[in-house]
């Protein structure tokens, strides 16, 4: 289990990047972030639940799952920096 520094430090990555980048597919946040499709999948499913980013469908092929920040996501990123 990471400690609650190197938790922190991968929520925030999240956060800014979607910031900077958002709206993007699961499988680009993962890359961008150095991470994988199921280590990101699980802070997306824990930051949607907590209302800071919002995932929907992508309707054209392949279907992907599209990530953003919502307005809270928003004012917590810049309320941090």
Do not use: H
């Not at 910031?19 to 499709?37: C, F, M, V």
């Not at 800071?52 to 992907?64: A, F, H, N, T, Y």
């Amino acid at each position: 289990m990471p400690a609650v520094g190197e938790e922190w430090d991968f929520i925030m990555l999240v956060l800014r990047t979607l910031a900077e980048r958002g709206p993007i597919n699961q499988t680009q946040l993962a890359q961008l972030t150095g991470s994988n499709k199921n280590k990101i999948g699980r802070y997306v499913e824990a930051l949607a639940a907590r209302g800071l980013v919002e995932k929907r469908l992508d309707p054209g092929p392949p279907r992907q799952t599209i990530v953003d920040l919502t307005s809270r996501g928003r004012c917590v990123v810049s309320c941090l920096e």
